[in-house]
């Protein structure tokens, strides 16, 4: 069975601030893993994926994400935060090549605070 | 554009009726899905399916019902069984097989039961 932690259900930083949203995954098979992204009231966007090539993953609006092995865990990153980032974050994950077939498994979400 | 439609993008409901919610992919994907979306609960799955003419039950089924005629289509009614109706639903596509397990979504659908 897979999970996904999302720690910090709240995350406030300012602008310009780097932005680091936690994410830490268990699987028993070497997964796929994936950041997407929430404004109010949309559906979710893909920001970047990891599918077991370059560790370090580049996403769109400047996103990146790095996935540790040894620490099962798949963190966002952004250098420089941006009033128009403030928006849910979530972490999922999936069971590898040719996916699960019960979709992926979502961690419960980060809200990401922008403070002028 | 190819992509995932749902409808109604808000939808009013009294206690005691069903409500149909439309969910039409153009993607080609094999897989589509619903979710129930609540505040700090993340994203919980009703139903998925496969294939045309077949679907399983995800983690909080009940009270909920799907059909999958056409590949295209996959519409979620939230019956009268269903305690606690009022949340956001969000439906998905996926690439089965070689795909990574990718989720694309739509832009959800808001049910408020009055």
């Known amino acids: 069975a897979q999970s996904v932690t999302q720690l910090g259900s709240h995350v406030s930083v300012s602008e310009g601030a780097l932005v680091l949203l936690r994410c830490n995954y268990s699987?028993?098979?070497?997964?796929?893993l994936f950041w997407y992204v929430q404004y109010p009231n949309q559906g979710l966007q893909l920001l970047l994926k990891?599918?077991?090539?370059?560790?370090l993953v580049k996403g769109i609006n400047g996103f990146e994400a790095e996935f540790k092995k040894s620490e099962t865990s798949f963190h966002l990153t952004k250098p420089s935060a941006h009033m128009s980032d403030a928006a849910e974050y979530f972490c999922?994950?999936?069971?590898?090549f040719g996916g699960g077939a019960d979709g992926l498994t979502f961690g419960k979400g980060t809200h990401l605070i922008i403070q002028p | 554009d190819g992509g995932i439609t749902q409808s109604p993008k808000y939808l009013f409901r009294k206690e005691g009726q069903n409500v149909t919610l439309s969910c039409e992919q153009n993607?080609?994907?094999?897989?589509m899905y619903w979710y129930r979306q609540d505040p700090g609960q993340g994203l919980r799955l009703i139903y998925y399916?496969?294939?045309?003419?077949?679907?399983q039950k995800g983690d909080i089924a009940e009270g909920y019902s799907v059909s999958r005629e056409k590949k295209e289509s996959f519409p979620l009614t939230v019956t009268s069984a269903q305690k606690n109706p009022t949340a956001f639903y969000l439906c998905?596509?996926?690439?089965?097989?070689?795909?990574?397990?990718?989720?694309?979504f739509g832009e959800g659908s808001r049910l408020t039961v009055l």
């Open positions: 998905a596509s996926s690439l089965l097989g070689a795909g990574t397990g990718e989720l694309f």
């Open positions: 699987s028993s098979v070497p997964p796929y």
């Open positions: 990891y599918t077991s090539a370059a560790t």
């Open positions: 999922a994950v999936s069971e590898g």
């Open positions: 993607l080609n994907h094999d897989a």
């Open positions: 399916s496969q294939i045309v003419n077949d679907f």
